[in-house]
T-cell receptor, first 113, second 115 residues
Framework: AQSVTQLGSHVSVSEGALVLLRCNYS??????LFWYVQYPNQGLQLLLK??????LVKGINGFEAEFKKSETSFHLTKPSAHMSDAAEYFC???????????FGKGTHLIIQP | DTAVSQTPKYLVTQMGNDKSIKCEQN?????MYWYKQDSKKFLKIMFS???????INETVPNRFSPKSPDKAHLNLHINSLELGDSAVYFC??????????????FGPGTRLLVL
């Protein structure tokens, strides 16, 4: 069984500041980890994913995340926030195969001008 | 060119009615999923189908019945709609192989409102 905890339902940063969205997971098997972004009234778009190999994963729009097995974490970062980054961000875990994704409760990212 | 499409985009209906949501993917994937997103934006897997075979059936009321006529389609039929069924329903697809979990691609969602 898997579970995901996203710390902070709302995160507010200033434009140009570092974005850090936290995600911790629990998995009984080697996890596959994902970050998705959801803009208002839209579907989910993949930002990045970790399956195997390099633990630092780069995604779209300047985001990256680091898989830390010892900390069971997969935090999402971006060096400099842009107004267009304002959205809902979801961390998800899967055990592989035809497993569905288990999502965290989401973090609403607010960008202050 | 839409990879995963859903119809309708919006669905407003009365309690007790029966409705269907259709999903199609043109990515050649062998696995399709239905997720429900509630009013607090929490996303939960409902079903997954691999090569038209039901793989996951989470604790969903049996009023919900998925049907996969072929690998490219996964429809969701809901009987006797209840107020609590109001949500956004997302279809997704992915390619499954022994090496691991491929990306799940999501449709735009169907916003269901039960009055």
């Amino acid at each position: 069984a898997q579970s995901v905890t996203q710390l902070g339902s709302h995160v507010s940063v200033s434009e140009g500041a570092l974005v850090l969205l936290r995600c911790n997971y629990s998995s009984s098997v080697p996890p596959y980890l994902f970050w998705y972004v959801q803009y208002p009234n839209q579907g989910l778009q993949l930002l990045l994913k970790y399956t195997t190999g390099a633990t630092l994963v780069k995604g779209i729009n300047g985001f990256e995340a680091e898989f830390k097995k010892s900390e069971t974490s997969f935090h999402l970062t971006k060096p400099s926030a842009h107004m267009s980054d304002a959205a809902e961000y979801f961390c998800a875990v899967s055990g592989g195969g035809a497993d569905g994704l288990t999502f965290g409760k989401g973090t609403h990212l607010i960008i202050q001008p | 060119d839409t990879a995963v499409s859903q119809t309708p985009k919006y669905l407003v209906t009365q309690m007790g009615n029966d409705k269907s949501i259709k999903c199609e993917q043109n990515l050649g994937h062998d696995t399709m999923y239905w997720y429900k997103q509630d009013s607090k934006k929490f996303l939960k897997i409902m079903f997954s189908y691999n090569n038209k075979e039901l793989i996951i059936n989470e604790t969903v009321p049996n009023r919900f019945s998925p049907k996969s006529p072929d690998k490219a389609h996964l429809n969701l039929h809901i009987n006797s709609l209840e107020l609590g069924d109001s949500a956004v329903y997302f279809c997704a697809s992915s390619q499954v192989h022994s090496a691991g979990q491929e990306t799940q691609y999501f449709g735009p969602g169907t916003r269901l409102l039960v009055l």
